[in-house]
Structure formats: structure tokens, C-alpha cells
């Protein structure tokens, strides 16, 4: 009963085809709708509207120079947003769109500069996701949308993670469910016509590589400004609570404080941690990513004083889960 009435009063809406009628005519009229995609939950706004858009990094508390992705729902609208002079765009999006890749591409004067942080470029992708594809389609504007949490702290991959960081601060959430994908999209950029990685994401490097060859790669984990790709930061994706990679303190930490483990696979040895999660049983890191930012979630809410993580394989999707748990440990290292 209480539960209803809140989520009632928090605009979460399951994602039927009228509530996305509904939710289209917000973004028509300037307002924010949380919704989902295979990625991550997004916080959208009409990408044309610049004061549409600020609202978005108003509601995240997200610095202005972190520039955002425009979703759209049919291939050809690329062109109305960006310069799509070199070849292997096409190669690109035949394969991977719709999907969890981002391409950024010199932009055209529609796209405001409040989009792209005041940038020449602007970030493109075509969303795997019903939902997702037909609330663009009925607002028709490309949506403007970063992950629907609050600025620097866990992605959310369900309705309720995004009431949780913003609540009242978006007019309707579509719950979808769960994303599927769970990490953010791939970037690639180009820098003279070739083809860069600015960050890892839900296509793993090896499928986009069989594509471009083998692909220059510009980010890191420590760098403080990166003008290729603005918006990258030391710290990201952190819970609200210290989060660790395994070490040598781990079981001394157990004996005087509440601590969660979060294992890749199910865990053979279990040391006296208050909670433990493993991200796939057999250590698969598609499902793994999918799982991420759930047990991240649910650790950060279950009364820990500390999370211990163990990495996970840098393959496959496992070099886009430890650029986020990467960025996560670096808030609280020392
Ligand atoms: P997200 O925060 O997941 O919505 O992703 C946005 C990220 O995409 C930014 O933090 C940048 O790293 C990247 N990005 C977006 N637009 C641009 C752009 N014009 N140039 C370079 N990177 C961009
Ligand atoms: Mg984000």
C-alpha cells in the first residue's frame, strides 16, 4: 500500500505505450523523463531545447563541461545531427546500431552548444531498447541523456535505482525493468579521420575492432581532463559507502567492521563478510556486466561500513566493468 502511493507520487509509470504517449509529449514540452535503455536508466530532455537540457544537469548536479549523448531512433537522423564524412561511421552503425555504441562526429549547428559542453563534436547513438526507440520517436527530436543518478555515483538499472538518487527531480520515470546490457555505451571518436576508443563500454573492444582494426585507445583511470573526452573523470560510478579491490587487509577489516564482498564468480572461500554477492556464478562477464550496478546497489544499501571487490578478467565486457569499478575504488583511495 505505502509502496504504491510512492511510487505514485514519484511518477514511476510501467513503460506502456500510453504512458510513453505521455511521457513524449514532457520531452516535447521541455520537462525530464527518466527511461529506460539496454545500457542504463536515462535522464532525458529534448536534445534541441537548451534550457530543456539544462535541466538535466541541473536535476544530476552535473558539471556543464561534461558534454551529453544524443539518442536517436532511426539511423538516418545522424545526419541531420553531425558531419558523417568518413567511411567507417556506416561500417559502425550497420553492425552495432541499434546498440551500445557512441559515435562522436564533428556536429552541425541544430545540436546547441549546451549538448556538447561547447565542443566541435557531438556524441550519437541509436538505443537497443522498445522503449527507449519509441519515446524518441514520439517526442521527434533526438533526446538528450546521461544515466539517470546523481552526478559521480552508481549507474541505475531499474526504475527504482533512479528514484533513489533523484526522486522528485524527474516528471515521470517508464519502468522498462532491468537493462540488459547494465554498462554504459562505447565511445569512439575520430582523431584525423581514425577511429579512437574514448571509452569502454557495452560492445566489447575485440567486436568494434574486427571492424576498424586495431583501435587507438585515449582513455585512462587517473587522467584529470582529457579534451578528447571531456567529462571522463578520476572518480565515477562510486557508491556512497568506501569500496576496495581485494587485498591483504581484507580479512583484518572483516573482524572489526561490517564488510561486503562483491565476487566476479561464486565464491569458493567465504571469509566473514556481513554480505556477499558474485556478479556471475560462472564467471561470465556479459552477465556480469548486467549485474554490475545492481549489487553495487544493493551493498550500498545494506548497512556496510566497506565494500571488497574482486577484479574481473579484462576481457569481453570485463575491460568495461573494471574501468567502472576502477573509477569507483579511486573516490576513496588515499
Ligand atoms: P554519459 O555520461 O554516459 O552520458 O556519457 C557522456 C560521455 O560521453 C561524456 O562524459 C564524454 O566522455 C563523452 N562525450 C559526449 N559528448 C562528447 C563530445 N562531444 N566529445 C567527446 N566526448 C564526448
Ligand atoms: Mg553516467
Same mark, same amino acid.
Request: hydrophobic share 40%.
Given at each position: ?9 514519484? $511518477? ?8 510513453? $504517449? ?26 534541441? *531545447?537548451? !534550457? ?8 544530476? *548536479?552535473?558539471?556543464?563541461? @561534461? ?12 545526419? =541531420? ?26 556536429? =552541425? ?39 539517470? *543518478? ?52 557495452? !560492445? ?35 557508491? @556512497? ?28 572461500? $567465504?571469509? *566473514? ?7 556471475? $556464478? ?53
Amino acid at each position: 500500500m505505502f509502496e504504491k502511493a510512492f511510487f505514485k507520487f514519484m $511518477k514511476i509509470l510501467p513503460a506502456s505505450s500510453e504512458n510513453i $504517449k505521455k511521457a513524449a509529449e514532457f520531452i516535447k514540452n521541455g520537462k525530464l523523463v527518466a527511461f529506460p535503455t539496454e545500457t542504463v536508466y536515462g535522464l532525458g530532455a529534448d536534445g534541441l *531545447n537548451p !534550457i530543456a537540457v539544462s535541466k538535466i544537469f541541473e536535476a544530476k *548536479n552535473r558539471p556543464t563541461f @561534461n558534454p551529453l549523448i544524443l539518442h536517436i531512433a532511426d539511423k538516418s537522423d545522424l545526419e =541531420k545531427l553531425a558531419e558523417t564524412g568518413n567511411q567507417l561511421i556506416y561500417k559502425l552503425i550497420d553492425k552495432f546500431w541499434p546498440g551500445p555504441l557512441t559515435l562522436v562526429l564533428p556536429k =552541425k549547428d541544430v545540436v546547441p552548444e549546451i549538448v556538447t559542453a561547447g565542443n566541435p563534436t557531438v556524441a550519437v547513438r541509436m538505443p537497443d531498447h522498445p522503449v527507449a526507440l519509441e519515446l524518441i520517436k514520439l517526442s521527434g527530436r533526438p533526446i538528450a541523456a546521461p544515466s539517470a *543518478n546523481a552526478f559521480g555515483e552508481l549507474s541505475p538499472t531499474t526504475a527504482q535505482h533512479v528514484v533513489k538518487q533523484l526522486g522528485k527531480k524527474v516528471d515521470i520515470i517508464l519502468d522498462g525493468g532491468s537493462c540488459k546490457v547494465g554498462v554504459e555505451s562505447t565511445i569512439i571518436g575520430f582523431v584525423n579521420e581514425e577511429p579512437v576508443l574514448l571509452r569502454p563500454g557495452g !560492445i566489447p573492444l575485440e567486436q568494434i575492432e574486427s571492424v576498424t582494426g586495431q583501435l587507438k585507445k585515449h582513455y585512462t583511470e587517473s587522467e584529470d581532463s582529457n579534451p578528447l573526452s571531456p567529462g571522463r573523470l578520476p572518480f565515477h560510478y562510486s557508491p @556512497n559507502i568506501p569500496i576496495r579491490f581485494f587485498d591483504d587487509k581484507m580479512e583484518t577489516e572483516t573482524r572489526t567492521k561490517r564488510v561486503g564482498a562483491l565476487f566476479f564468480k561464486e565464491p569458493g572461500v $567465504k571469509l *566473514n563478510f556481513a554480505k556477499i554477492l558474485f556478479l556471475s $556464478k560462472n564467471g561470465d562477464t556479459k552477465e556480469a556486466a548486467a549485474n554490475l550496478f545492481s549489487a553495487l546497489h544493493e551493498l550500498e544499501t545494506s548497512g556496510l561500513d566497506l565494500i571488497y571487490v574482486e577484479p574481473v578478467p579484462e576481457t569481453g565486457l570485463g575491460i568495461a566493468i573494471m574501468d567502472r569499478l576502477k573509477k569507483a575504488v579511486k573516490k576513496y583511495e588515499k
